[in-house]
């Protein structure tokens, strides 16, 4: 090889070796990176919060409860006074036997009843099924049928008539803002019928007064209603038990049926809320009580004594009893098993991107042995060409020598 192609192969390798160097470098400031970025998921895993399952012995607590009749009361706050008596909180419940309750939902027909009301819109009926249902302020009358001694009807029938139970007689006028009938029904014959103008097979079971009584009964049902599901007017129906025999009444808001959107058949599009009169929890809170508390040897509260010293003064029994919130534990594990869900989620998702970068740390740190390799070829060569180079030039300094 000559002097002049031994320098070009020189220079040719150590450019090689330059670009092998820089190559090298560039992984290494690669693998630096990925190495903090490794660190900065490792430091994420670190900072996570394990989430911890929720003991029942935080939903726990110790309740006193003490019976007064069919009230169940149990005490919620005791504060200790000077004198030794404390000022208690306790909440009665009990069961209301009458009071207004759901009784799910049903569909509604309507039927045009012929008459309008003063602003000219049509008046409907409504029914649930073939039962009409009638306004709970609606005044029941009745008609009157007499009969001849053989039994036959005699006469037209007269309707709309109004029944006075202090009286026990029939009038044909009734002033609803003074309470006064008028106008008596005096039959012509002693054979008489009356019966409900409202076509009702409920009412056809009852006499005159018990209507009458039902009527009273109805302003009670209004009452109730209007109070736990606000002001309306109310229209009933009654359905009878076919187990018991007994009736039961069934109630439903007009201006929710005024509102409600009816297919051309007259069937209600969407299912109609109906109430009932049924039993209800009830509760009521009771504030500030001045009571005298008894305790056995382990502390609990045995006795309590309501109003001490005074004329009421009571003494109850006291059940100790230890109660666990389970809906509030309920939910508790539930948020814990999201909260696991998303744990386990994240740690699986950091160990991915984790595993991702060691394997192109893996891939950075071969290519970068064979570098190593390369290098060390090309020093090898670059050893050799020296040494010829080096041959060469002794050779020409002797030539000339």
């Known amino acids: 090889m000559g002097m002049a192609a ?39 895993l670190l900072g996570m919060t ?18 007064d009749g069919s009230l169940s009361n149990s005490i919620s706050t005791m504060i200790a006074q000077s004198d030794g008596t404390y000022l208690i909180s306790y909440t009665s419940s009990w069961t209301d036997d ?14 045009d009843s012929g008459a309008v009301d003063v602003d000219g819109n049509t008046i409907f009926n409504y029914y649930v099924g073939a039962k009409e249902l009638r306004g ?91 109070k736990q599901y606000g002001e309306a007017n109310w229209l009933v129906r009654y ?15 007009k201006e929710v049926l005024d509102s409600a959107i009816f297919s051309d058949t ?37 006795n309590v004594t309501l109003n001490p010293g005074q004329q009421d003064e009571v003494t109850y029994a006291v059940t100790t009893n230890t109660v666990t919130d389970q809906a509030a534990y309920d939910d508790a594990m539930n948020q814990y098993e999201y909260d696991k869900y998303e744990y386990d989620q994240s740690i699986q998702e950091i160990n991915a991107k984790i595993e991702i970068i060691q394997a192109q740390d893996k891939n950075l740190e071969l290519r970068l042995k064979q570098l190593d390799t390369e290098q060390d070829a090309i020093q090898t060569e670059m050893d050799a060409v020296q040494k010829v180079i080096e041959k060469n030039t002794e050779s020409t300094f002797k030539t000339f020598g």
């Open 6 to 44: 031994s320098q070009a192969r020189f220079l040719g390798l150590t450019a090689r070796k330059t670009n092998v160097e820089y190559e090298g470098q560039q992984i290494n400031q690669q693998r630096t990176t990925l190495s903090n970025q490794s660190a900065n998921y490792y430091n994420q």
């Open 50 to 67: 394990v989430p911890v399952p929720p003991s029942t012995a935080d939903y726990t607590k110790t309740v006193y409860t003490f019976e």
């Open 98 to 111: 009458f009071a207004a309750v759901s009784a799910g939902q049903s569909i509604v027909t309507r039927k």
């Open 136 to 226: 709970l302020t609606e005044d029941l009358t009745f008609t009157a049928q007499e009969y001849d001694a053989q039994g036959n009807a005699t006469g037209d029938p007269i309707s709309g008539l109004f029944y006075d139970k202090e009286t026990k007689k029939y009038y044909r006028q009734y002033d609803e803002q003074t309470g006064i009938y008028s106008q008596e029904y005096v039959p012509t014959s002693d054979n008489v019928k009356y019966t409900c103008d409202f076509n009702d097979e409920y009412l056809k079971t009852l006499s005159a007064d018990q209507i009458a009584n039902l009527k009273e009964e109805e302003k009670n049902y209004i009452d109730i209603l209007n």
């Open 239 to 253: 359905v009878q038990n076919t187990t018991t025999g007994t009736w039961s009444p069934y109630f439903v808001k």
């Open 266 to 302: 007259g069937s209600s599009q969407s299912n109609i809320p109906a109430y009932t009169i049924g039993s209800a929890q009830k509760t009521e809170e009771v504030k500030g009580v001045i009571a005298r508390l008894e305790q056995d040897s382990t502390g609990r509260i045995i």
